[in-house]
């Protein structure tokens, strides 16, 4: 009985073209899923909407008063206040804030000039200062050295150990430290 049962069992062939028909519907299904695909991104690029029709006119304001105007006339804005603005030093401009009928504010900053001949001039000026400080310093010296030389030879010129060319020559010197020392002090006041 063994035998009769395994010579009963056959493979049915006619299944196997059902299965092909599945095949090509999935084929078919997968082809127009990715049409339609493609036809929607091509529809939200714009390449397959219908063309509109534009009409060029012109554009013109119209305001409501407008429509109610019996007087229409042209003229100007004239300020109440004018205002000038103007740089102590020149330079090249640098940063421009405002622009024609701006507002600004008291302290705001408005420009902004180029400032390295400025700062140039300026340190130039304070080691001209420095230089003015350490010559007078040197004519106090030479003021308080000149007026002691010439103390001592006066008082030794009686004795006879110095010659009066000596103390003449004292003397000048004196009178050109205290020159220097005056004319340093009327630059200090001018």
Avoid: C, H, W
Avoid at 26 to 40: D, E, H, N
Avoid at 147 to 166: C, T
């Amino acid at each position: 009985m063994a035998d009769e049962d395994l010579s009963k069992l056959r493979i049915d062939k006619s299944s196997a073209p059902a299965r092909r028909g599945r095949r090509k519907r999935y084929i078919f299904l997968i082809t127009g899923l990715l049409l339609l695909t493609v036809a929607v991104a091509l529809y939200r690029e714009g390449l397959l909407t219908p063309a509109m029709n534009v009409r060029v006119v012109n554009v013109q304001r119209l305001f409501p008063s407008q429509t109610f105007t019996l007087l229409n006339a042209s003229g100007y804005v004239v300020a109440q206040r004018k205002a000038a603005l103007a740089s102590k030093i020149t330079g090249r401009l640098v940063y421009l804030g405002v622009e024609e009928g701006s507002v600004v504010k008291k302290g705001g900053l408005v420009a902004r000039l180029e400032n390295e001949d400025a700062q140039s001039t300026r340190e130039r000026a304070k080691a001209n200062v420095e230089v003015a400080r350490l010559n007078l310093k040197q004519a106090e010296a030479e003021l308080v050295d000149a007026r002691q030389a010439y103390e001592r030879r006066k008082k030794v010129v009686a004795k006879g150990y110095v010659s009066e060319l000596d103390v003449d020559a004292a003397e000048a010197r004196y009178k050109k430290a205290v020159s220097v020392r005056i004319a340093e002090g009327l630059g200090r006041i001018a």
